[in-house]
């Protein structure tokens, strides 16, 4: 049965068909209302990562303005949002401006002349993000099952006879061509570890990731360095790959040295959210 109010199945099955995707979008979910409204508590809409409305319904336009431009900043942070649609008068008796975030409430000008007032919640629903590990070392086999327990979408890149050693790739290539989905965020580690060193960096040098890594001593890394800007690659891109890959948490094996790169990860991914430290 569909829900006329919400669009219930509409919802499910727009939002069933992005995450099909890989695409991201917002759920937007009305979740109180006082006087006249369009649309009631309950009421929700899936906005893609466009800016557009695809599905649902949340109301005219005295809201709709409000609640896309939370969308996409919801997309571009990750973070969800609560904003409040009120009739101007209303938000000067709590002394608010539009554009105004209070107490984790941003507020918003109502011009409909019902004079209603709408809260809705806002929720970015991004893919998972991808994590590239380069190499089949014992860090590589480590690092891949460690990733897929934290909701990553793993992709192994290993010659085909070392296949074999990873269980929890959902990605197989063969050689060191890397790919990823736009909107998702990517994460690329080199792990070969004396195998194909400077063929697997210069592949995550050239790669569009977030964050990209290196396991090995720094010494090692500064010899690659004098070798790729040899060959005409960028020094300050060069710079970027986190060299050695992980957090100085003082590890020794392979799934302690794991266990670095994923928190080092972690920071760089969660960078910015529930007031973390603003890591470069």
Known sequence: MVDVATGATDILETAARLKAEGRPFALATVVRTVAATAAKAGAKAVIDETGRITGG???GGCARGAVLKAAR??????APRLISVQPEDLLAAHGVKPGETREGVAYARSMCPS??????FIEPVLPRPLLSVMGSSPVAVALAELASR??????????AEDQAAFTAAERRIETYALSSRPGTRHFVVVATQGRGDEAALKAALSADAD??????SRAKMATLRERLVAQGIAAALIDTVHAPAGLDIGAITPQEIALSILAEITLNRRRGQRGGPAQT
Not at 73 to 78: F, K, P, R, S, T
Not at 150 to 159: M, Q, R
Not at 211 to 216: D, I, K, N, P, S
């Open 57 to 59: 319904w949340i109301g």
């Open 73 to 78: 900043e919801a997309l571009a942070d990750g």
């Open 115 to 120: 004079r209603g007032t709408m809260d809705i």
């Open 150 to 159: 934290f909701g990553y979408e793993v992709a192994v890149c290993a010659p």
């Open 211 to 216: 964050y990209r890594a290196f396991v090995g």
